[in-house]
């Protein structure tokens, strides 16, 4: 590395730490400062007095735990779909012996690049016609198989040595007895990733919950939020406290997997 690299990348990665921390950090202070604080610009985050009146707000003016206990049981729900169907889906096409596995692969990818928008339209009809509207079913149904949590076990299930899948056969194993006591437990840090970023991406869908519920007690929170910045107008602080709820569980998740996510991504991404 040269002197001039030594000098300015630090000067670099401080200025992007900053502009990547700074919405988090005015959200999380601006929860804690006085609803007038907030209306003087910048200027009001300067620490000088906390309350919690924000947060008492936030709660009283949308049901923010119903809500809350929604995301749950969606994310709960997606990631487990995901995870299984990708489980099997990476497995057929690892171990299948398809003669078209290849392109099947390729299709898998190619539906990567495709906008989620896209195919909305068509998700919201077929919802509407099996009658699942404004259920908490239709938030997570049509995102119960991932391309990229297929990818990421695809790769994984690759890099498992072919002689001892011989072997196992050989010895009599079965393909489900295979998969569950040999290939799942060798792949547990890609599965924990997949795991985590389904989870993540479940958590923070926000346009098609939006979309396919209206009732608020079938809404996620992230719907929620939104709800309650149409109804509660200028009030900033009760929108940033809602927004300081509705982050804390997944920072959680991140801050306790983020081991078996960079490890989890690493090697799917190598192999």
């Not at 000067?11 to 007038?36: E, K, M, N, Q, S």
């Not at 604080?37 to 924000?54: I, K």
């Amino acid at each position: 590395m040269t002197r001039l690299s030594k000098i300015f990348l630090p000067v670099y990665l401080t200025i992007v730490v900053l502009l990547v921390a700074f919405p988090v950090v005015y959200a999380y202070v601006g929860a804690f400062r006085p609803a007038g604080a907030l209306s003087g610009g910048l200027e009001g985050l300067v620490p000088t007095s906390f309350t919690l009146d924000n947060f008492t707000r936030a709660l009283n003016r949308a049901p923010l735990f119903v809500q809350l206990g929604n995301s749950v049981i969606v994310t709960i729900a997606q990631t487990a779909l995901q995870v299984v169907t990708g489980i099997f889906a990476a497995y057929a096409l690892t171990f299948g012996k398809l003669r078209f596995a290849k392109i099947l692969f390729g299709v898998f990818l190619i539906s990567m690049m495709i906008p989620g928008e896209t195919t909305m339209i068509a998700n919201y009809l077929t919802i509407r016609s099996i009658g699942l509207y404004d259920t908490l079913i239709a938030v997570f149904l049509p995102f119960g198989a991932s391309a990229v949590t297929i990818f990421l076990l695809r790769q994984s299930f690759a890099s498992f040595p072919k002689e001892l899948h011989e072997a196992a056969v050989l010895d009599g194993v079965g393909p489900m007895a295979f998969l569950w006591k040999f290939l799942v437990p060798l792949s547990r840090p890609t599965i924990a990733a997949a795991i985590i970023t389904c989870a993540i991406a479940a958590w923070n869908g926000y346009l098609w919950p939006l979309l396919i519920t209206d009732t608020p007690s079938n809404r996620t929170v992230q719907a929620g939020i939104s709800q309650m910045a149409d109804s509660v107008g200028p009030d900033i602080g009760a929108l940033l406290a809602g927004s300081v709820l509705v982050s804390l569980p997944m920072i959680i998740v991140v801050i306790i997997g983020q081991s078996a996510l960079t490890r989890g991504l690493t090697e799917g991404a190598s192999k």
